[in-house]
């Protein structure tokens, strides 16, 4: 559970990551590292959510949970990502939805699903295995236009996919 809730919690942070409001510190940074701080942070490490003041990102890793203090002291050329008051938390996949009964959500976001799909706007090409998966994840992600909003994508199938933690 907790590679889950890690691995959710680096997509976000990668997703906002995306945003280029990073706040300018006038240093030199290390942009692999990214101090997320400014905001609810919830880890759901536990039994129950766990808020904390700042996260900090080492390429595509949570390397660090706690106070912006103790960040900007362990990690002093990382860059700095001020979320503004905004909400930072895990993703959840669903493994497992009915197309049936959600033909309607389908409809109106991306697939990565393992065969090809033929939608009436755009033909979605099958996608096996982990790191083509992952791909097409990121390849959606950058194409949008909005950096900062929520991406639901369809399809993701553990036989196909693999394991994401």
Request: proline share 5%; aromatic share 10%.
């Amino acid at each position: 559970m907790k590679t889950k809730i890690t691995f959710s919690i680096v997509l976000i942070a990668l997703l906002l990551a995306c945003n280029n409001t990073a706040q300018n510190n006038n240093k030199a940074t290390n942009m692999e590292q990214t101090i997320y701080f400014g905001g609810d942070i919830i880890t759901m490490e536990g039994d129950k959510p766990e808020y904390v003041e700042a996260v900090v990102r080492d390429k595509d890793k949570i390397v660090f949970i706690g106070t912006k203090a103790d960040a900007e002291e362990q990690y002093p050329d990382a860059a700095f990502y001020d979320l503004k008051g905004n909400v930072m938390m895990p993703g959840f996949i669903e493994p497992h939805a009915h197309p049936v009964s959600i033909g309607g959500f389908i409809l109106a976001n991306d697939i990565v699903a393992p065969h090809e799909w033929r939608m009436p706007h755009k033909t979605y090409p099958g996608v096996k295995g982990k790191e083509n998966y992952l791909k097409a994840v990121k390849d959606i992600i950058d194409s949008k236009e909005d950096k900062t909003g929520t991406v639901l994508i369809w399809g993701y199938h553990k036989s196909w996919h693999g394991d994401l933690t």
